[in-house]
C-alpha cells in the first residue's frame, strides 16, 4: 500500500461529498493516516459517529482543523466565509486547505482572503452527485470514472496542487484545471441550470389544481421523472448555488430562455424542420456522451 497523502485529513461537513471521501480514505488507507470529520449538526455528527467513517468526529471546527495538513470544506458555499473565519486562526503552516463547492469565485472571494500565510489554497470541485444528501448517502464508487475540476490561483504552490490531484485520482476521479470564472461559465449551462429548470418545472406541476397535480403524480412519464430526481436534491446547497453563481446562471438562462421562445414559435407555426433540428442535436450530445463514458 502507498504511503497515505496526508497525515490527518479534516472534513468540514460530512455530506454526500464528505461521507464519500470518508468512506473511501477508510477503504483505501492511503488517503489520510487519521480522518477527522466535523459538521454543524449534532445529529450528523452522531450518525458519522455510529457508521464508523471517521477516526475522530469533533463537534468544534477549531479543533478539528488542529494539526491538519489537508482541510476539504464539505459545506454549502454560501457557509464558506462563516467557516474560513472559523478555522482561521487554527490552520497549521503549511496545511492545504481545499473544498468542493460547485461555484469557485465566490469560494475564492470568501475564503481566500481569511487563509493565513503559508497556508495553502487549492480550489476543486470534483463533478459527481446524486439527488440525496447525507452521511448515509456517501458511497466509495461515487468519484469513479467522474471528473474533478481544480481552479487552482495564479501562483499557487505546485506541490500542493499536485497533492491535492493525487488525492482525487486515488478517489478514482479524471483531474483536469480549469480558470475560475470559466469554470463557474461552465457548469452555469451543465448543472446549475437544468436544476433550475428541474426545480422550476416540478414547483409549476405542485401549482396546478388538485385533480390536474394528482394525475400528474400518477401518471408521471419518465421525462417528469427525471425531473423530480433531480428536484429531490439539496435545498440548502442549490439556494448557494445559484446565488452565489447568479452573473454566470443568469446569462445561460437568458440565452435558454431565447431558445425556448424559438421552440414555441416553431411549434406555433408548424415548422416542422426546426423542431426536427432540434431534436436531432440533442440526440448528438447524448451519443457523445454515451461514447465517453459520462452519460
Known amino acids: 500500500m502507498a504511503e497515505p497523502l496526508f497525515r490527518r485529513l479534516a472534513l468540514i461537513g460530512v455530506g454526500l461529498i464528505g461521507s464519500s471521501v470518508a468512506r473511501i ?5 492511503d488517503l489520510a493516516a487519521e480522518v477527522v470529520a466535523t459538521a454543524r449538526s449534532a445529529a450528523t455528527l452522531a450518525r458519522v459517529a455510529a457508521l464508523g467513517i471517521a477516526d475522530v468526529v469533533e463537534p468544534d471546527p477549531a479543533r478539528a482543523v488542529a494539526g491538519a495538513d489537508c482541510v476539504m470544506i464539505c459545506a454549502p458555499v454560501g457557509a464558506y466565509a462563516a467557516i474560513g473565519a ?14 468542493v463547492g460547485s461555484t469557485k469565485q465566490s469560494v475564492i472571494r470568501d475564503l481566500g482572503p481569511l487563509l493565513p500565510a503559508g497556508v495553502h489554497f487549492v480550489p476543486a470541485h470534483p463533478i459527481a452527485g446524486t439527488e440525496f444528501s447525507g452521511p448515509d448517502a456517501g458511497f466509495a464508487a461515487l468519484f469513479e470514472g467522474r471528473w474533478c475540476l481544480l481552479t487552482p ?20 476521479a479524471m483531474v483536469a484545471a480549469m480558470e475560475p470564472a470559466h469554470h463557474d461559465r461552465v457548469l452555469a449551462i451543465v448543472s446549475h441550470l437544468p436544476h433550475l429548470i428541474a426545480f422550476t418545472i416540478c414547483g409549476t406541476a405542485d401549482d396546478l389544481a388538485d385533480e390536474s397535480r394528482a394525475e400528474v403524480l400518477q401518471f408521471a412519464a419518465s421525462g417528469f421523472r427525471d425531473f423530480t430526481r433531480i428536484a429531490g436534491s439539496d435545498p440548502t446547497m442549490w439556494r448557494d448555488v445559484f446565488l452565489n453563481n447568479r452573473e454566470a446562471l443568469l446569462e445561460m438562462l437568458a440565452r435558454f430562455m431565447e431558445d425556448a421562445q424559438a421552440m414555441a414559435r416553431a411549434v406555433r407555426w408548424g415548422d416542422g424542420a426546426y423542431i426536427e433540428d432540434k431534436i436531432n442535436r440533442g440526440r448528438k450530445i447524448r451519443r457523445s456522451l454515451i461514447e465517453i463514458n459520462q452519460a
Open 86 to 99: 472559523a478555522i482561521a486562526p487554527h490552520l497549521a503552516p503549511g496545511a492545504i486547505v481545499t473544498d
Open 153 to 172: 490561483l495564479p501562483g499557487s504552490d505546485g506541490e500542493a496542487v499536485e497533492r491535492i490531484r493525487e488525492l482525487w485520482r486515488r478517489c478514482g
Open 25 to 29: 480514505a477508510r477503504a483505501r488507507g
